[in-house]
């Protein structure tokens, strides 16, 4: 039974920082690519940072120069180390991520609540 896991979220004044973990369960045969989204209140869903298995990454613009996402293959772990955030990124985050079992499936996270407020 593959599971992804996500933690990390909390609450955090304006300019803080936090740091997402998430891990990838059960039987699988690679990771692809690992992402987070976001969903606000009211909002859609939406992409905040992608990287691929070779590590290459993308970021939304409204994160880009204030969140990095990594990722650690051998523990099956990808992260988002969120700084100096603002009100704006308060929202549920979730990991995706594609794993190949062996075909490629698309896996999400639980999410988890990062609130950004003084």
């Known amino acids: 039974h593959v599971q992804l896991q996500a933690s990390g979220g909390g609450l955090v004044q304006p300019g803080g920082s936090l740091r997402l973990s998430c891990v990838v369960s059960?039987?699988?045969?690679?990771?692809?690519?690992m992402g987070w989204y976001r969903q606000a209140p009211g909002k859609q869903r939406e992409l905040v940072a992608r990287?691929?298995?070779?590590?290459?990454?993308n970021y939304a613009d409204s994160v880009k120069g204030r969140f990095t996402i990594s990722r650690d293959n051998a523990k099956r772990m990808g992260y988002l180390q969120m700084n100096n955030l603002e009100p704006e990124d308060t929202a549920v985050y979730y990991c995706?991520?594609?794993?190949?079992?062996?075909?490629?499936?698309?896996?999400w996270g639980q999410g988890t609540l990062v609130t950004v407020s003084s």
């Open positions: 995706n991520a594609v794993l190949m079992r062996p075909t490629f499936n698309d896996y």
């Open positions: 990287i691929t298995s070779g590590g290459s990454t």
């Open positions: 059960g039987t699988i045969f690679g990771i692809n690519v």
